[in-house]
């Protein structure tokens, strides 16, 4: 049985100091959980220092994104080998913010999750439409292409743990959330190309969360749907208390 994962994307938010008081605090308030595994990623300034105060609880660090290449001239980048070295267990990729704002491409997500799969990372590879390809009934299309392009250079049946995210862009810090059969359904319709993409076994293995303006409100409905295997959580993973319910989901 998959365990559910609950991974906190603190984005462009905190300080060092600030990052290390919620660190503290969430490591505290989390201190005996053990239904749930738990990430935090905050921001690359702030790595080193989480780590620190993460080392020794059952809280695993992230990484908000990483270059593919294991080094180079490639000015404002962090590579997989830089994150290892940090501790990190899990990196993000593919987030929609990155794609909408930043011009990541399929191909660059690939490359991406190969280095990630071959340092020793497990990837969480985000996917997700926007509020016109859904209406437009395109969503399941733009989610199997998505995926379909992260995972094509990882070799068949290996790569390591997986990790998928499927985040709708429409319901990304807009308070709008998918209702529990929407993520159901689309949940299930990724755990079914994973079979297709990575085996049988690979797609049971593999866990799918949900990130959309996940709160405690809806979390319970949300991470006991048979395919949803927890969340990747933005806004609301800033207030330790708050994240802290959503990973108690079960209570």
């Known amino acids: 049985m998959r365990k559910p994962l609950v991974v906190a994307n603190w984005k462009m938010h905190k300080t060092g100091p600030e990052a290390l ?65 940090l501790g990190v267990r899990y990196v993000i990729l593919g987030h929609s913010e990155r794609r909408q704002l930043f011009g990541e491409t399929d191909e660059d997500v690939a490359r991406k999750v190969s280095a990630a799969a071959a340092a020793g990372l497990t990837p969480v590879v985000c996917v997700g439409e926007t509020l016109a390809q859904r209406d437009g009934g395109a969503a399941d299309e733009v989610v199997a292409r998505q995926l379909t392009a992260a995972l094509e250079s990882l070799p068949p049946g ?69 395919d949803v295997d927890g969340a990747l959580v933005g806004g609301a993973s800033l207030d330790a208390e708050t994240f802290a319910s959503i990973v108690r989901f079960r209570v």
């Open 21 to 85: 008081a919620l660190a503290r605090e969430v490591a505290a308030r989390l201190r005996d959980e053990q239904d749930t595994e738990i990430a935090v990623a905050p921001p690359f300034t702030a790595l080193q220092a989480v780590g620190e105060v993460l080392s020794g609880t059952r809280i695993g660090l992230g990484a908000q994104n990483m270059h593919w290449e294991p080094e180079g001239a490639f000015t404002g980048e962090v590579s997989p080998p830089m994150l290892r070295a």
């Open 158 to 226: 290996g790569g390591g743990p997986l990790v998928v995210a499927y985040e709708p862009v429409w319901a990304i810090g807009t308070g709008r959330t998918a209702g529990a059969a929407q993520a159901q359904e689309m949940h299930a319709g990724v755990r079914s190309l994973l079979v297709t993409l990575r085996g049988a076994e690979g797609a049971e293995a593999a866990r799918i969360l949900y990130g959309g303006s996940v709160k405690p409100g809806n979390a319970a409905e949300l991470l006991t749907q048979p």
